[in-house]
């Protein structure tokens, strides 16, 4: 773990989970964090759309250490975009970060690069933080060019963002074989990926840049992947929806900093 900055595990419950079920998920996980916080790590959630106000509400009435995320936002301030949502209708829901450019979102929804840069820029003008996630497919992977995927991606959605944008900015490294197909990546390959995705971002004039690993993470391989490769943190996906896997994976995380530092 290089950055300087405090390692992030983030939930991403994407399409699962309604109101009720993410308010006792909450709950749940609040009763972890304050009998056995987590000291070194932030954590955010990160719930559909219709669950946010209800998640918001019991992160504020009962002061958790847990920040809230969106799992997608419209580059555009308003106007007639039918089932959209903007910065401003999130922000009024504190939400402080927002995941741009989900390899679903990309694959399933005609998310173009170009469209990710706008979204980006969107979201961090709105003072937000965004995570941007880049990733290959299985096909890239095998034919040996993913690291130019990557490198195109990150170039088409940082290349001559304001520095003083930066700092709202942590990528996620999300290797596309690696989710939901059963085939996990290895710590030297999530390393080798964390550092080429670091000195891409350096090019680009990023100073210490956080670097998030997500793909297929669970509370049996966070720690080793957090030890071995190098990464700032995690975006969680499947083993998010239940408190008690998603406690082991901050924890993981957790000890492995206190150890590091």
Same mark, same amino acid.
């Given at each position: ?6 390692p ?7 399409m699962n ?10 709950q ?55 089932g ?8 009024r ?6 995941? =741009? !450019?989900?390899?679903e979102? #990309? ?6 690069? %170009?469209? @990710?840069?706008?979204? &980006?820029? /969107? ?10 996630? =880049? !990733?290959?497919?299985?096909? #890239? ?6 690291? %130019?995927? @990557?490198?195109?991606? &990150?170039? /088409? ?7 003083r ?32 995705v ?63 530092r």
């Open positions: 773990m290089t950055s300087s900055k405090r992030l595990v983030i939930g991403n419950w994407k989970l309604d109101f009720v079920e993410g308010l006792h998920l909450v749940q996980l609040g009763v972890l964090l304050k009998n056995h916080p987590v000291e070194h790590t932030d954590v955010v959630v990160v719930p559909p759309f219709v669950d946010l106000r209800t998640v918001s509400s019991i992160l504020d009435s009962e002061r958790l250490a847990i920040s809230l995320g969106a799992q997608h936002v419209n580059p555009n301030d308003n106007g007639a975009h039918t959209e949502i903007s910065t401003s209708m999130l922000k829901l504190n939400v402080e970060w927002i995941i =741009v !450019g989900h390899s979102r #990309r694959t399933h929804y005609a998310m173009t690069d %170009e469209i @990710v840069a706008e979204t &980006l820029r /969107s979201v961090v003008r709105a003072g937000q933080h965004a995570v941007l996630c =880049v !990733g290959e497919n299985s096909a #890239r992977r095998e034919a040996g060019d993913y690291e %130019e995927v @990557v490198r195109a991606q &990150l170039d /088409s959605a940082l290349r001559g963002l304001d520095e944008f930066h700092a709202l900015v942590a990528v996620a490294y999300e290797p596309l074989w690696a989710i939901g197909t059963g085939v996990n990546a290895t710590s030297t390959q999530v390393r080798e990926m964390t550092e080429f670091r000195t891409v971002m350096s090019s680009l004039s990023f100073s210490a840049p956080q670097v998030l690993y997500g793909g297929s993470v669970n509370p049996e391989n966070a720690g080793s992947l957090v030890r071995d490769s190098d990464v700032d943190g995690f975006l969680v996906g499947g083993a998010s929806l239940k408190a008690e896997s998603f406690y082991a994976i901050l924890q993981a995380c957790d000890d492995c900093y206190a150890i590091k």
